[in-house]
C-alpha cells in the first residue's frame, strides 16, 4: 500500500509541476537558483507550488491566467513546498513580515518583497479573485510588457 501511495504522489507532484512549467513559470530547486534569480533587478512572481486541492485548483490557474496582461513581472519563478524543501526555506528568506504559507505568490522587486497573496487568500476562493489580487500587484510594482 506504502508503496502505491508513492507512485501516485509521484505522479502528482509530477503533474503539478508540469502544469506549473507549462505556465511559463521556471522551477527553482535550489537555494543556489533562488538566490540567483532573486537578487536580480527587476521583478519576480514566486509561486509557492504544493501538491493541496488549492493549489491545483486555484492557485496554479490563477498562476497561468494572471500573466496575460498588459503588465507582468520579468521572471517567472515557483519553488515546491514539501519537495524542494531547501529552495523553498531560501525563497521564504526573502518574504519577510509573512508566514510560511502553501500555496502562496510572492511578489519581489529589486530583491525585496512588495506583497504576497497568501494561502489564506487562495484557499475557498474563486481562480479569478486570485488572477485580480495578483494582476493589481503588477499593475503596482511591474512594468508595461
Sequence with gaps: ?????NLFMNDVV??????????????????EAVEEILAKDGTTLVMINSVCGCAGGIARPAASHA????????????VFAGQDKEATAKARS???GYP?????????????????????????HHPM????????AFDKYCEEV
Excluded at 500555496?103 to 518583497?113: E, Q, V
Design 1 to 5: 500500500m506504502s508503496m502505491d501511495f
Design 14 to 31: 509530477k503533474q503539478a509541476r508540469e502544469e506549473i512549467e507549462a505556465a511559463g513559470y521556471t522551477q527553482l530547486t535550489t537555494p
Design 67 to 78: 500573466v496575460h496582461y498588459d503588465k507582468r513581472p520579468d521572471h517567472l519563478v515557483t
Design 94 to 96: 526573502y518574504f519577510t
Design 100 to 124: 510560511p504559507s502553501s500555496p502562496s505568490f510572492a511578489l519581489i522587486k529589486d530583491g525585496k518583497i512588495c506583497t504576497m497573496v497568501e494561502r489564506h487568500e487562495i484557499e475557498g
Design 129 to 136: 479573485s486570485v488572477v485580480n489580487q495578483l494582476q493589481e
